[in-house]
Nanobody, 124 residues
């Protein structure tokens, strides 16, 4: 069973920074693409940033220039670096990754999985 474990959320003042991490539990699982989503109270979940299997990224306009997304294949960990945070960035952030499983006969495509979510609160 694949679990994506998120970390790095918390309370930060406006203008501050946070880095969210997402990694699968188990060394046999590998992520080759990832998206970061967020959901604020009373709002729908929205895509914030994504990175595909060849390293191309897509960043939502509202966070462009402030957020960056990356996927470290050596550490098998995805990151969302958030700088210049504003109160409107307050939400629960979720990673969604495309997961492969390594076996004796090669890779098995397991599809996409969600992380458990981590709260980011931007407030003075």
């Amino acid at each position: 069973q694949v679990q994506l474990v998120e970390s790095g959320g918390g309370l930060v003042q406006p203008g501050g920074s946070l880095r969210l991490s997402c990694a699968p539990s188990g060394s046999i699982f590998y992520m080759n693409a990832m998206g970061w989503y967020r959901q604020a109270p009373g709002k729908e979940r929205e895509l914030v940033a994504a990175i595909n299997s060849v390293g191309s990224t897509n960043i939502q306009d509202s966070v462009k220039g402030r957020f960056t997304v990356s996927l470290d294949s050596a550490k098998n960990t995805g990151y969302l670096q958030m700088n210049s945070l504003i109160p409107e960035d307050t939400a629960v952030y979720y990673c969604n990754a495309h997961v492969l499983k390594t076996t004796n006969t090669g890779w098995v495509d397991l599809g996409n999985y969600w992380g458990q979510g981590t709260q980011v609160t931007v407030s003075s």
